[in-house]
């Protein structure tokens, strides 16, 4: 009881000292101390002498990856959080659309173009916007604008980007762009700069304080159609509105890190037990829930084995068995039925 | 204007080819309980969906005067709500999109379900409810609306005989101490003959009975509404006479 009344301001400490304990651990460990001091000490934009290890590693190395591990594990929870009650659905993730196939491919393809990073995070985006187009476009032909619509549509969309996927990596050259694709499929924070954080943090502003905005309305759509409609609302320009910012969201994750999945799917469970079902308490406490594991799972990442393991392959890992073990226990706890 | 809903020649096709239902006419008094009855896929559910406007007719007119709520058919959730939170989202129309329920909408809830005798239930999870405390929450919902006509769509069906009579009594109470006017679809004539002042029967695409309930709903109407004859009984309970309808059904 006390930790549902309290579970804001408790995660939100919970976070901050996690992040705190994330800069201090890595293959060069820094005392807390010094982590503190230098954070606390060093102005925005400000430069440094590069032989100034501790700095150069606390502010140009750990600092944007814990911000950009954050910001994409809260964005990703609040985003899985939202489809959940959208589609009526607890095996649905925020990729459901598509857009996660779709900027995976713009990422790969940026690759094979021998693109930089920035190419990436464009294209990536880019196709990630696109497949929302084009599944917006697929359900409103089909003539199915309800829910089965827009999953038949993520489906063709998944399939087909995924078709493009294979094709790219199979004419991809296996010594110079391979590797790499296979990599950055598997997702990784380890190339995390201030402008990626900056693209995320305006991604996460927008979309992700328009999702909390919204989030008593989730409430009259997990409803159903016709329900929700008698209530009052317009069901379809919310749902497609709500589907619109996870979908940019997701669209921002995989264009900064790649793939990195499970997260949206298993958050909001985690974050049902502590709160209920209500979204209006949901899904602040998903993104804070978000934010705190995938930021556990990037720590146990780059500090597990002396080479960094993709945090996709982490987080299915280790996140599998959890969820399996929670979800026995909780024997459904927050969902009314199958 | 004394009537809340007055509908002339109203038709409904989905495909063009064939009727739902067409040439359909009747006026709802403000105040009044008025019952749908008809075979399962006659279209009461299409017409109730055309009266929230959730259907375009596809002829005729229909005229509206006042705000509609609706009780969907017994349900249940997805998601573990509480019945507070069940009720509050009757109030979707009273808040803003970016808004969450105020402290008036929390008290106009818990008032509403104080009045229902529900009050003790706020914090539980809905769909732990028996039927008959799931429909009085879903009624309450709709209240809360602060609506002028409450529309709902098989009131007392998977309901127990017990919850059924408490959904009919407030039924009739909601009409007469609130003044709402209430259009319910049912597929039992005596709940309509007990609680509603005027029916409507819906015997085949075009054809129709329509009056008070007292003269509607006979035993020739209700031969060709269901194809199963049914037995006007009239009999003495508790110093009140009391008419019923009995189905006969044959070995």
């Known amino acids: 009881m006390f930790f549902k009344t309290y579970s804001m301001p408790i995660l939100l400490l919970v976070l901050l000292c996690l992040s705190v304990v994330a800069l201090t651990i890595g293959r060069y460990p820094i005392p807390i101390g010094d982590v503190l001091s230098i954070v606390v000490t060093t102005p925005p934009n400000a430069s440094h002498l590069s032989s100034d290890a501790p700095w150069v590693i606390v502010e140009i190395v750990r600092l944007p990856r814990v911000l950009l591990v954050v910001l994409s594990g809260m964005g990703l929870a609040l985003a899985g959080a939202c489809m959940q009650g959208v589609f009526r659905n607890p095996l649905v993730g925020p990729e459901v659309v598509g857009v996660s196939s779709g900027a995976s491919f713009g990422g790969v393809l940026a690759i094979i173009l021998g693109w930089t990073s920035w190419g990436i995070v464009v294209m990536a985006f880019g196709f990630g916007a696109s497949a929302l187009v084009v599944a917006f476009v697929l359900a409103k032909f089909s003539g199915k604008a309800s829910i089965l619509g827009i999953v038949l549509s993520g489906v063709i969309i998944s399939s087909f980007f995924g078709a493009l996927m294979g094709v790219a990596q199979y004419f991809a050259d296996p010594q110079t762009k391979l590797p790499g694709i296979i990599y950055w499929l598997m997702g990784s924070f380890a190339e995390a700069t201030y402008e990626k954080v900056s693209i995320m943090s305006l991604v996460m502003l927008c979309a992700g304080g328009l999702l909390i905005a919204l989030r008593w309305r989730i409430n009259l759509l997990s409803l159903g159609e016709s329900d929700a409609t008698s209530l009052g609302i317009n069901v379809h320009f919310l749902r497609w509105s709500i589907v619109a910012l996870v979908s940019l969201i997701v669209a921002a994750q995989v264009s900064v890190s790649g793939g990195v999945g499970w997260v949206g799917l298993v958050i909001p469970h985690f974050a049902r037990m502590l709160t209920g079902a209500e979204h209006t308490k949901l899904l602040p406490v998903s993104a804070l829930m978000g934010g705190i594991y995938l930021l556990m799972m990037d720590t146990l990442a780059r500090t597990l084995t002396p080479q960094e393991i993709p945090i996709g392959l982490i987080t299915a890992l280790i996140g599998t068995p959890i969820f399996a073990v929670v979800f026995w226990k909780m024997q459904g706890k927050g969902w009314s039925h199958e | ?251």
């Open chain 2, 1 to 251: 204007m004394n009537n809340a809903i007055c509908f002339e020649n109203l038709g409904f096709t989905y495909t063009h080819e064939t009727w739902v239902f067409r040439h359909c006419n009747a006026m709802i008094e403000k105040g009044s309980v008025f019952a749908i009855l008809g075979p399962n896929g006659r279209g009461k559910t299409t017409l109730l969906k055309a009266l929230l406007k959730l259907h375009k007719p596809s002829e005729g007119s229909l005229e509206v005067h006042g705000k509609i709520a609706f009780v969907p058919q017994l349900f249940s959730v997805t998601f573990a709500y509480t019945v507070l939170d069940m009720v509050l989202m009757g109030r979707a129309s009273k808040i803003g999109l970016f808004s969450q329920p105020s402290a008036k909408d929390r008290t106009i809830a818990l008032a509403s379900l104080e009045r229902f005798g529900l009050a003790h239930l706020a914090h539980h999870s809905f769909d732990e409810l028996s039927g008959g405390q799931r429909q009085l929450v879903i009624i309450t919902r709709a209240l809360v609306a602060e609506a002028d006509i409450l529309v709902l769509d098989e009131p007392t069906s998977a309901l127990d005989m017990k919850n059924q009579a408490l959904v009919l009594s407030w039924i009739h109470r909601l009409s007469k101490e609130d003044g709402l006017t209430i259009v319910f679809t049912t597929h039992h004539p005596h709940h309509a003959l007990a609680v509603s002042d005027n029916a409507l029967l819906m015997i085949d695409e075009a054809s129709f009975a329509y009056g008070k309930s007292q003269e509607v709903l006979n035993e020739a109407n209700l031969l060709a509404l269901y194809g199963v004859p049914l037995k006007h009984v009239i009999f003495e309970f508790e110093n009140e006479t009391v008419e019923s309808f009995v189905p006969v059904f044959k070995k």
